[in-house]
């Protein structure tokens, strides 16, 4: 195929549909990217990227994996580093250098390549790239400080793995006579310093146009863009790759300003990333060729396995002694390595250039860049989940809700939802109101939900679902909107009837913002707290063969509304969710009604019911209430979280 238009329209398709599968199937993303380079490169031949975009190749890889990097920078906030600093510095500073001279001697002496190759090819394996740690990060649930840990590492090590290989890459061209020793020394060190001056300085400068209202707002992503790639080509003149350090810092320097709109650039920002990682991994690995893979031999699989089990893991071991993270976090960060983008785009470039210069394996090293790359992919991506799992580091095994509005009505929801082992947490920023939830014993959170100490405290990873529900609805509408673009916006709910569509009035609020009505139709904060008063309470109902959906309706007093049920596999699901339609058999249903007497009373009355079948129900409903009773002991036995 020599279309580049058509390349590039079918790279794009196949980038985001892989996404999406992924995201179905519940695996990493990368996974399937890499099988779509495959088949569309060494296995079938449909296309040659290198090849195909000719001088552009190179250029267009390299401003990629800057601007991932970027938005990388720009998720480090040094609040959300206090627990793990001492770690993370540990391994970047201390447990990478350890990787790269380990990785670069078991490629000479297990994998049989020259020491130039070795050398580089020992640097570049340093890093741990955040395009394959985001994706897996998302699935795996983990909990703050492993997370922390692992999202740090693998965005400055990114950097400063492509550094050192970049070092090791011009030392190999002085020792061929290619370069002069001063001139490396000195352009290594004014480039280093343009990457940490420069990127401080841009990025604080943008910040301050930004904060100070010297730029509109259509042109913020615009101009943050631009500078992106301008700040990553100029520092690329001084030395080549050196650009990825200086917009990581930029990153790190703008996450780190007090800008209002920070919020909707790194949403921009995350959705190029997102672009740029689907097309750039397929474009890597269909660039790949099948002789270089068929080159590979039984050394590649020691090599493997010697880097992911001794030499990974020795390195974490010993830089993390004493660095205030127990065993159990040591042994999963040891694990966790997948490289990504950065290692296959630079030993692309620099195993090219070795052939050129006559190292006969510099196509070796692709080829085990690759390897290892792929090897970490399947083997990190689909044990992080477990391994977590297995060491107690998973945030949560099932869905979680968040409940923000401390109240009667709130705490009852969050009782009902905990005695069913689905994890809620209440946030609320009266103190009152959190102790009667916490006498109630119901995990809460203490603070502003919508504060910056919230946005770094609060591992939203634990929550699919939302529901603000305070005695202000253009606050829970707010709360709604900031959060929607997080959990999801099919995934926020609010108490109250936000107005919108048609027929509202002046006082509706624009379909744009806030969540989903929790009721339909909608009940505000004073109608459901008069409820409670009147003896309304949740109740949980599993569906069976025999107990239905439709009996379970019939047999509900009138009024009731059903809130939402959980499937047998944990998961949530909201009835006033678009699209959400009936539970199934074996699904708990929860629902929101009155006192059960009332429609007995009612049913005696009209004649509709005999005293004989009104004691059965009676009978009936304290075993339910008996049974609802058990559940809760059991619940509160545990320890709260």
Not at 317 to 338: C, H, N
Not at 347 to 376: E, K, N, Q, S, W
Request: with cysteine; hydrophobic share 50%.
């Amino acid at each position: 195929m020599h279309d580049l238009a058509l390349q590039l329209a079918l790279i794009g398709v196949a980038g985001i549909a892989s996404q999406w599968v992924a995201w179905r199937l519940r695996i990493p993303a990368i996974v399937i990217l890499f099988l779509v380079g495959l088949i569309f490169g060494p296995l079938t031949g449909l296309m040659n990227p290198r090849v195909d975009f000719g001088e552009l190749y190179t250029p267009l890889v390299s401003t990629a994996v800057a601007i991932i990097l970027f938005e990388g920078g720009l998720t480090l906030n040094f609040r959300e580093i206090r627990e793990t600093s001492t770690a993370v510095r540990r391994i970047v500073l201390v447990a990478s250098p350890l990787v790269w001279i380990m990785t670069a001697f078991t490629a000479h002496f297990i994998g049989n390549l020259s020491w130039p190759t070795a050398i580089i090819l020992g640097a570049l394996l340093v890093v741990t790239g955040p395009t394959v740690i985001m994706p897996l990060l998302r699935h795996a649930r983990l909990k703050s400080r492993p997370a922390s840990i692992l999202r740090w590492e693998a965005i400055l090590n990114d950097p400063v793995g492509a550094l050192f290989a970049v070092i090791s890459f011009e030392t190999v061209l002085v020792l061929r006579g290619a370069h002069e020793a001063g001139n490396l020394i000195f352009t290594a060190i004014l480039a280093l310093a343009i990457a940490i001056g420069g990127g401080i300085l841009v990025g604080r400068l943008i910040g301050r146009a930004f904060t100070r209202g010297y730029v509109p707002e259509y042109l913020k992503a615009p101009i943050l863009f631009a500078s992106v790639v301008g700040m990553n080509s100029f520092t690329n003149l001084v030395l080549e790759e050196a650009g990825l350090l200086t917009v990581t810092v930029m990153g790190i320097t703008m996450a780190n300003a007090k800008i209002a709109s920070l919020s909707e650039l790194k949403r921009f920002k995350e959705t190029i990333t997102i672009l740029l990682v689907s097309g750039l991994f397929i474009v890597l690995t269909a660039s790949l060729q099948m002789e270089v893979i068929a080159s590979l031999e039984w050394r590649v699989l020691v090599f493997i396995a010697a880097s992911l089990l001794v030499v990974r893991p020795l390195a974490v071991f010993v830089a993390t002694i004493g660095a205030g993270i127990d065993w159990r976090e040591r042994l999963l960060v040891a694990w966790i390595a997948p490289r990504g983008i950065v290692a296959v785009a630079v030993a692309g470039l620099f195993g090219a250039t070795l052939v050129r210069m006559g190292v006969a394996d510099g196509d070796r090293m692709i080829a085990y860049t690759f390897a290892l790359v792929a090897a970490t992919i399947v083997f990190h991506g689909f044990s992080l989940g477990p391994l977590a799992r297995l060491l107690g580091l998973r945030s949560a095994d099932r869905p979680g809700v968040l409940i923000v509005g401390a109240s009667r009505f709130s705490i009852a929801l969050a009782r009902r939802l905990k005695a069913q082992e689905v994890p809620v947490l209440i946030a609320d920023s009266n103190w009152s109101r959190v102790s009667e939830a916490r006498l109630a014993e119901v995990d809460v959170w203490f603070g502003e939900i919508l504060s910056e100490a919230a946005h770094h405290g609060l591992n939203l990873s634990r929550f699919d679902h939302l529901v603000a529900a305070t005695d202000n609805d253009a606050y829970n509408a707010l709360i709604c909107t900031d959060f929607g673009a997080e959990i999801g916006r099919t995934e926020v709910f609010q108490i109250g009837d936000i107005g919108a569509g048609p027929s509202s009035d002046r006082h509706a609020m624009n379909f744009t913002i806030g969540g989903i009505p929790l009721f339909k139709p909608g009940k505000n904060f004073s109608e459901l707290r008069d409820l409670i008063v009147d003896g309304w309470s949740f109740q949980a109902t599993r569906l069976t063969e025999e107990f239905g959906y439709k009996r379970f309706i019939e047999s509900r007093p009138e009024g009731t509304q059903m809130l939402m049920w959980i499937r047998s596999s944990g998961a949530v699901v909201f009835a006033s969710a678009e699209g959400s339609g009936q539970p199934d058999t074996g699904d708990t249903v929860i629902a929101f009604g009155p006192p059960r007497q009332e429609r007995e009373q009612e049913k005696i009355v009209k004649g509709t019911m005999t005293e004989r079948e009104a004691r059965a129900e009676k009978a009936r409903k304290t075993s339910e209430e008996v049974s609802g009773r058990a559940e809760e002991a059991a619940s509160r036995s545990e320890p709260i979280a």
